[in-house]
């Protein structure tokens, strides 16, 4: 088990890359804790699997270094690496039983056999599958061979770490928590650093300790799920966290308050002067409909979803979410919004501002 | 519930019928009313019972083209199906030089049987041939119109160089439809060469491989224009397979009778075989689809 530090890392897939755009991931320095569980979400296309296969070594970087404590392994081959990755679409050998399955990636290593029975009983009854070890592969349910190959992922101890690429895609809902919740005892359990690819963010909130954002081939955020609700770092975090994501609306920042076509929002703090294309954000959490105190709204359409509901309205040309506490009513005569004001976060051109005095 | 019957739609299985009969039953019956009867001619037909089938059955020289004939579809097999995997396996997966193999691969496969007899009959040739004068200058005593052992290299090389290509494009297939995760999952599990070979690929060329294998035995077992141009059977009887000894004893000696129980008897078994390998493949779906 070690660190994995990633040094200047970029890839691009053409050979010739020509510009930034050509760049499925963008130059980047990253350190990845020993023992750390964490996920990588992001939405499709955003470099999460390149990330993850360059870490596993499946594929080469076009520039940068790869580093397992303080080896280079840039040029390792997976093997040597000592990695488990589980894959989207479940891998299992189709001739071979359950047991044998599980058996393989120890067998290959050269273990010896009461060391491989120990441990494939013991990670078969982890994933629920004791009782078909003499069965063929082939012919399971989906369900049932990602099992499989969420096993083959775990069985051995002494891996650098595990890599998930979005391994819950093919199961159902309820095995999926379930899976989850093993996944994270066995961390606790065993320690191994965990890197788990999802573009679900509960699954993302729910199974890391750090989450690490990505967005268009570079991580945007890296951080707790606290801080990413709280203080996302780019709009696209604000955006794609939260249900619905972060509201953003163009203004104009003078000191402690935000000019929106005319209107003054107060802020929690004081800001210099900023360049660039300004836009504060605040989450619907904190948007409260009042009947005359802050912004004008024009409501559009009411979203009961069962323990709130969700006000689609427009603040100034701009669509903003709101989030009402059951039981309170909503009636006509809510035609104001409130943000709170030290709930709001400042954006230049997409990336967070902090404010003077720099609380975080 | 009452349902009217309406009959008339037995009228559309009618066209189907009339091809069918034309094409398979009644040619097929004739075959069978050759097999029955004693002919001389003329449509003079005497009832002959099951005597031809008594005969062919117990005749030496059909026992001889049989066991000819499965000696030549097992060494083809045999050489064609690890070698077109071989090819398979190492051909380039995609880009420019994987469209020129398969072009390639695919050119035997196009030219018409008689020509690829005639392409390897001149190339063997001592006199003129390519190959022929070239073993002879080498000082090799290689002969095909004289020598039964020459002869059968001579074919068995020509039926792979024609049909390789089959095996091999049917085994690059599956191996296209596997996806990549399953090398990168081996990779990870530090599987061998041979073990990814053995539990990744050879069961996912199950199904094609199944198919390769069928084709080329029935193709093999009823093969006639290419040895038959090249040696014409000989030398003696020694590539005698049992088409060409069935044309010989149709059209060369005019036994009717004979050569139609025998045509009857080499279709059974190929209905035979082909069950055989059609059970055995529908059993591997169902497996599969568990």
Redesign the interface.
Do not use: H
């Given at each position: 088990m070690s660190q994995i530090t990633l040094k200047n890392l970029a890839h691009s897939y053409h050979a010739n890359p020509r510009g930034e755009q050509d760049f499925a991931l963008k130059e980047m320095d990253h350190v990845w804790d020993d023992g750390g569980a964490y996920a990588l979400l992001g939405s499709s296309g955003c470099g999460k699997t390149t990330l993850l296969?360059i870490i596993?070594?499946?594929l080469r970087p076009s520039q940068g270094r790869v580093l397992f404590g303080d080896r280079d392994v840039t040029d390792a081959?997976?093997?040597e690496r000592n990695?488990?990755?589980v894959?989207?679409?479940p891998?299992v050998?189709?001739?071979?039983t359950v047991r044998e399955n599980l058996a393989?990636?120890l067998r290959?290593?050269g273990m010896d056999a009461a060391y491989i029975k120990a441990r494939v009983t013991q990670i078969a009854a982890m994933i629920g599958m004791d009782h078909i070890l003499d069965r063929?592969a082939?012919?399971l349910t989906a369900d049932a061979k990602q099992k499989i190959?969420l096993g083959?992922g775990m069985v051995r101890e002494d891996v650098n770490a595990i890599l998930f690429d979005e391994p819950l895609t093919v199961i159902d809902p309820h095995m999926k928590w379930e899976l989850r919740t093993q996944l994270k005892q066995l961390h606790r359990e065993f320690g191994h650093t965990m890197i788990y690819v999802t573009h679900d963010q509960t699954e993302a909130l729910t199974f890391a300790d750090k989450v690490v954002v990505m967005y268009d081939g570079r991580v945007v955020q890296m951080g707790t799920p606290e801080e990413l609700f709280e203080t996302p770092a780019h709009t696209f975090v604000g955006y794609f966290i939260g249900s619905p994501g972060m509201n953003l609306l163009p203004a104009e920042i003078r000191g402690g308050t935000a000019q929106l076509q005319g209107a003054a929002v107060p802020l929690g703090a004081a800001y210099g002067p900023i360049s660039g294309r300004t836009q504060i954000g605040i989450r619907p959490e904190y948007c409260v409909l009042t009947e005359g105190d802050g912004l004008p709204i024009t409501i559009k359409r009411v979203e009961d979803v069962g323990r709130h509901r969700i006000i689609r309205g427009d603040v100034a040309g701009s669509t903003v979410n709101v989030i009402a506490p059951e039981g309170m009513a909503v009636g006509a005569s809510l035609t104001h919004v409130r943000f709170t004001p030290d709930r709001i976060n400042v954006y230049a051109d997409d990336w967070r501002v902090a404010p003077i005095g720099g609380a975080v | 519930m009452d349902k009217t019957q309406n009959n008339k739609a037995w009228f559309l299985v009618l066209p189907v019928l009339v091809i069918v009969a034309f094409s398979a039953i009644i040619p097929l019956m004739t075959v069978v009313n050759y097999s029955v009867n004693d002919t001389f001619g003329d449509n003079q037909f005497f009832w002959a019972g099951l005597e031809w089938f008594e005969e062919m059955v117990t005749s030496d020289r059909l026992h001889e083209a049989l066991g000819r004939q499965i000696l030549f579809s097992a060494i083809i097999l045999a050489i064609e199906v690890p070698l077109g995997i071989y090819i398979a396996l190492n051909m380039p997966k995609k880009g420019f030089w994987a469209s020129v193999c398969l072009v390639l691969m695919a050119l035997p496969l196009l030219i018409p049987f008689n020509v690829v007899g005639t392409i390897w009959q001149i190339f063997g040739r001592v006199d003129i041939g390519l190959l022929g004068h070239y073993l002879a200058e080498l000082g090799i005593d290689y002969n095909y119109t004289n020598d039964p052992l020459d002869a059968w290299i001579t074919v068995i090389v020509m039926d792979v160089w024609h049909w390789t290509s089959l095996v091999a494009l049917l085994c690059y297939a599956g191996l296209q439809s596997i996806?990549n995760?399953?090398y990168?999952?081996a990779?990870?599990?530090?599987?061998?060469r041979w073990?990814v070979f053995r539990?990744?690929e050879?069961?996912?060329m199950a199904g094609v491989l199944l198919i390769a294998v069928l084709l080329r035995f029935m193709d093999s077992f009823m093969i006639y224009t290419e040895p038959f141009v090249v040696t014409g059977g000989g030398p003696g009887n020694s590539t005698t397979f049992l088409s060409i000894d069935l044309v010989k004893m149709a059209i060369g000696q005019f036994d009717l009778g004979p050569a139609a129980a025998f045509s009857i008897m080499y279709f059974l078994v190929i209905l035979l075989v082909s069950w055989v390998f059609y059970t055995v493949m529908t059993n591997l779906d169902k497996?599969?689809?568990?």
């Open positions: 296969n596993s070594g499946l081959e997976t093997a990695i488990a990755q894959f989207q679409f891998v050998y189709d001739t071979m393989f990636p290959n290593r063929k082939r012919g190959s083959r | 996806p995760a399953y990168q999952a990779r990870v599990d530090q599987a061998s073990a539990y990744i050879l069961p996912k497996e599969e689809g568990k």
